[in-house]
């Protein structure tokens, strides 16, 4: 029997990108709030960074993101960097970028055109990689009364604003990427793995498989979580619970995280008392 399940990346947004809500009144309809919902495709397709990360580093010292505007109305952004690591969980941390510039930090982008964001880095060559992150943040335009819709009798106004977080990487003289699972454990009916990089670069885990098996190696479960980036030096932790029905049956349970350029696993050994709630 297999089971999918997915994790929810914090603090990093979405992949690669960040939606923002900017209320104009302290009241909106759950009507209208849905239909918003419904329509962020067709706003995020209005508004778009390319490429969608960057890699500097050796004689590569400066390259440029572009700012799409494929909608009818003008489009104002602000640009910021900031440093990026991860704490003892894996959640994204940021610091000032005193290492990264970039030109310009406001612009305005004509409907169906786009413009360039130039970043350069100020550091000489590195023995581990640094890491970086550029937010694009669109600037909402006011709206208009006229342009607010009533919600019954009280007039409720949303804008929606887009905030795409950006990836730069700074590579060393001699990348390696490497990686294990550093621990696993399982408590309460839930097994926890981290992953852990012991390369100087990042990599990023695309999934990682919790598969579960009795004494007699009959597969019970099947359980696959999203993965994220994983910064040199640092780990990670992923979680699935175990489906109940199959817990005390079970004998071992194998993890294995794959990442874009490697493979990493480990396995567990069940105990009874790891099911106990």
């Given at each position: 029997?297999?089971?999918?399940?997915?994790?929810?990346?914090?603090?990093?947004?979405?992949?690669?990108g960040i939606i923002s809500f900017l209320f104009r009144r302290n009241v909106i309809s759950a009507g209208l709030l849905i239909m918003a919902l419904?329509?962020?495709?067709?706003?995020?397709?209005?508004?778009?960074?390319?490429?969608?990360?960057?890699?500097?580093?050796?004689?590569?010292?400066?390259?440029?993101?572009?700012?799409?505007?494929?909608?009818?109305?003008?489009?104002?952004?602000?640009?910021?960097?900031?440093?990026?690591?991860?704490?003892?969980?894996?959640?994204?941390?940021?610091?000032?970028?005193?290492?990264?510039?970039?030109?310009?930090?406001?612009?305005?982008?004509?409907?169906?055109?786009?413009?360039?964001?130039?970043?350069?880095?100020?550091?000489?060559?590195?023995?581990?990689?640094?890491?970086?992150?550029?937010?694009?943040?669109?600037?909402?335009?006011?709206?208009?009364?006229?342009?607010?819709?009533?919600?019954?009798?009280?007039?409720?106004?949303?804008?929606?604003?887009?905030?795409?977080?950006?990836?730069?990487?700074?590579?060393?003289?001699?990348?390696?990427?490497?990686?294990?699972?550093?621990?696993?454990?399982?408590?309460?009916?839930?097994?926890?793995?981290?992953?852990?990089?012991?390369?100087?670069?990042?990599?990023?885990?695309?999934?990682?498989?919790?598969?579960?098996?009795?004494?007699?190696?009959?597969?019970?479960?099947?359980?696959?979580?999203?993965?994220?980036?994983?910064?040199?030096?640092?780990?990670?932790?992923?979680?699935?619970?175990?489906?109940?029905?199959?817990?005390?049956?079970?004998?071992?349970?194998?993890v294995e995280a794959k990442a874009e350029n490697l493979t990493i696993d480990g396995t567990l050994n069940v105990q009874k008392n790891m099911c106990?709630?």
């Amino acid at each position: 029997m297999r089971r999918k399940g997915h994790s929810h990346n914090s603090s990093s947004g979405l992949p690669e990108g960040i939606i923002s809500f900017l209320f104009r009144r302290n009241v909106i309809s759950a009507g209208l709030l849905i239909m918003a919902l419904h329509a962020f495709p067709a706003y995020a397709a209005n508004f778009q960074i390319q490429p969608t990360s960057l890699e500097l580093g050796g004689s590569v010292k400066s390259g440029a993101f572009s700012v799409i505007n494929g909608g009818n109305e003008k489009l104002n952004v602000q640009i910021s960097a900031k440093e990026w690591s991860q704490d003892e969980e894996g959640k994204d941390v940021y610091e000032e970028a005193k290492d990264l510039v970039f030109f310009p930090k406001i612009m305005t982008v004509e409907p169906n055109e786009q413009r360039a964001i130039r970043v350069g880095v100020k550091v000489p060559a590195v023995l581990q990689e640094k890491t970086f992150r550029l937010f694009v943040e669109e600037i909402p335009s006011p709206k208009k009364d006229s342009d607010m819709k009533p919600a019954g009798k009280i007039t409720a106004g949303l804008t929606i604003a887009f905030r795409f977080s950006t990836p730069i990487f700074v590579k060393p003289v001699q990348p390696k990427e490497s990686g294990i699972i550093e621990k696993i454990g399982m408590s309460g009916g839930a097994v926890r793995a981290t992953v852990k990089n012991t390369g100087n670069v990042h990599f990023k885990v695309l999934t990682v498989t919790f598969s579960g098996k009795a004494i007699d190696g009959k597969e019970l479960f099947s359980q696959e979580v999203a993965g994220w980036y994983v910064l040199h030096g640092k780990s990670r932790p992923f979680e699935v619970v175990v489906p109940q029905e199959f817990c005390d049956r079970l004998a071992t349970i194998k993890v294995e995280a794959k990442a874009e350029n490697l493979t990493i696993d480990g396995t567990l050994n069940v105990q009874k008392n790891m099911c106990s709630h």
